[in-house]
């Protein structure tokens, strides 16, 4: 992706398949989804709890960032990470805290001016 310099400082341009161009406003897919609100509608019972182990490797991963050592710009989160808990809630709050880490980390990378 390319800043389009006849646009505001958080538009980016990129080329898509046949050689169209289309813009993509970060602030606002960002804002989009800070905003976005859902209802839990309902829940299981312990019986059918159920984590997962395994996945990335937090060695290789900046803990105050949650970014890949090894790809910049790729940030994980939840059970894509090699972390688990107790059930109970344990793994939901992993992955909400993860997450919101890692969006957060995400959303700040992708806003951050480029070098041209």
Known sequence: ????????????????????????????????????????????GYERAVVTAGGVDCDEVVAKTLESRLVPSLFFCGEVLDLDADTGGYNLHIAFATGRLAGRNACQRALKPRKM
């Open 1 to 44: 992706m390319t800043r389009d310099e006849n646009r505001t400082g958080n538009i980016y341009s990129k080329e898509g398949r046949g050689g169209s161009k289309f813009w993509v406003d970060i602030r606002a897919i960002a804002e989009g989804i800070r905003q976005w609100r859902f209802d839990i509608a309902g829940f299981v």
